[in-house]
């Protein structure tokens, strides 16, 4: 019933930057929490941030000081600038809404994105 889209992954070298993109559609009444999750291979996935207000975000320790997620609720659109990458940043990032639709709750996912951070 709401589907995300993911954009903006690709191959960056270390110390670069990629802003990753998430939109949703469908019969969205309100959103809520929009987050951004990452797995990297035989690894389990894990939440690099999340955002349900300007005033109210939290990111993974790992990324603090490096990424910043941002939404637009007009376009129901979630961002992650990422800065500074790291090989370690490596992964399939996914993104994550969930809210009331017109069918009820929603809980969705992306289909991710790859980020290669390599020189």
């Known amino acids: 019933q709401v589907q995300l889209v993911e954009s903006g992954g690709g191959l960056v070298q270390p110390g670069g930057s990629l802003r990753l993109s998430c939109a949703a559609s469908?019969?969205?009444?309100?959103?809520?929490?929009m987050s951004w999750y990452r797995q990297a291979p035989g690894k389990e996935r894990e939440l690099v941030a999340s955002?349900?207000?300007?005033?109210?975000?939290n990111y993974a320790d790992s990324v603090k000081g490096r990424f910043t997620i941002s939404r637009d609720n007009a376009k129901n659109t979630v961002y992650l600038q990422m800065n500074s990458l790291k090989p370690e940043d490596t992964a399939v990032y996914y993104c994550?809404?969930?809210?009331?639709?017109?069918?009820?709750?929603?809980?969705?996912w992306g289909q991710g994105t790859q980020v290669t951070v390599s020189s």
């Open positions: 955002i349900r207000s300007i005033r109210s975000s």
């Open positions: 994550n809404a969930h809210g009331l639709a017109f069918r009820g709750d929603f809980d969705s």
């Open positions: 469908g019969s969205i009444i309100s959103m809520n929490a």
